[in-house]
């Protein structure tokens, strides 16, 4: 991976291979923790991160799901983040805040282990390769389904939950394709393992509801508006799973992926990235990167220095 000069851990700046926790921390062994995904890009306006904001309610959220307090304000989390952001000078990177049980009595109970809070900066290219964002992916439906609310929090972005991705990634991965499709427990389309997905059938775009189990996309929201605002009906409900393949065009959101098209899907051609799919892409991709007026309120311009 690309790394950077320094990591935010709990207040401070710290070099980047000394940002270490101890092997007792509560997280590693039971995933008690959250996380963010957010990017920042290289802009006219400056270095300027996505819907900042939105992903650190997210966070806070996640947070309160699991009864962990994060020990500073969202402004403290921002203002730390633009810093970490200079101090490295980086113009455009990946944003991964974290916030976990640390290190303190074992056991299932982690209310009086600490907090800790952690925020990584690094370069980060594209999530499911350039090539597959331009002329999409290969998918499958994996054979694991997303976790339901009935044991964990589909809408929390929590780190032990993040063990359901995995195994439909290595799955989808050994079988030789890019990405997992998962369906949730009632067997309709849920997400993808780190992305959310978008059908589109006869120049109407549908995708599917919080019913389903899915973790609510920061990208999603801004494509749903996106898509309306050029003219499209948007519809949130349940997605068959054959559906897919009846689909016209079929692609993913997310802040790693960005808008990725799905060029086939359990081995059936959709074909490559449809019309629609190509306008919403150079749109988004406009709002990410400051290029598009009317969604520049979702940026958070950083000052930063260049690196000289
Ligand atoms: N679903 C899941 C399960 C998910 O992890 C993500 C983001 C999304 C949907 C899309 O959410 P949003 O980024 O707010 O539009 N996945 C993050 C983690 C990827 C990783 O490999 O780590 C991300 O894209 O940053």
């Known amino acids: 991976m690309n790394t950077a000069d320094l990591i935010w851990a709990n207040g401070e700046l710290v070099p980047w291979e000394d940002a270490k926790v101890h092997v007792l ?8 923790g959250v996380f963010e995904g957010i990017r920042a890009y290289d802009t006219d306006l400056g270095t300027a991160i996505f819907r900042h904001r ?35 000078g980086l113009r455009s990177c990946y944003i991964r805040p974290l916030v976990v049980r640390g290190y303190g009595p074992m056991g ?20 499911l390769g350039e090539e597959g964002k331009s002329n999409g992916i290969r998918a499958r439906v994996s ?42 427990q009632k067997g309709v389309v849920c997400e ?16 599917p509801p919080h019913t389903a189990s899915i973790l609510d996309g920061v990208n999603r929201r801004s494509v749903i508006e996106i898509a309306r605002d050029l003219g499209y ?12 393949v009846h689909a016209d065009e079929v692609f993913l959101t997310g802040t790693a992926a960005e808008l990725t098209p799905i060029r086939e899907i359990d ?28 969604y ?10 260049s690196k000289a």
Not at 64 to 79: F, K, N, S, V
Not at 112 to 126: C, L, M
Not at 272 to 284: A, H, K, S, Y
């Open 54 to 88: 939105d992903h650190l309610e997210r966070l806070q959220k996640s947070a309160t799901l699991y009864y962990m307090d994060i020990p500073y304000a969202l402004d403290e989390l921002r203002e730390a983040t633009h810093e970490l952001i200079s101090q490295n």
């Open 143 to 184: 054979s694991y389904r997303r976790i339901s609310s009935d044991s964990l929090i589909p809408h929390a972005k929590a780190c032990g939950q993040y063990l359901n991705s995995v195994l439909a990634k290595i799955e989808s991965k050994n079988a030789g394709y890019d990405e997992a499709i998962l369906l949730d």
């Open 108 to 127: 299932l109970d982690p209310l009086s282990n600490p907090v800790e809070v952690y925020i990584a900066v690094w370069e980060w290219g594209a999530y």
């Open 267 to 294: 081995d059936i051609a959709l074909g490559p990235p449809g019309e629609i799919t190509r306008q919403i892409q150079r749109v988004f991709d406009d709002a990410l990167h400051g290029r598009a007026e009317q």
């Open 192 to 207: 993808g393992t780190g992305e959310n997905v978008f059908v589109i059938r006869d120049g109407e775009i549908f995708t």
């Open 25 to 32: 921390t509560h997280a590693l062994h039971y995933g008690t």
């Open 296 to 305: 520049r309120e979702w940026l958070d311009v950083v000052q930063v220095p």
């Open 233 to 244: 009906r948007v519809t949130e409900r349940d997605v068959a799973r054959s559906e897919l």
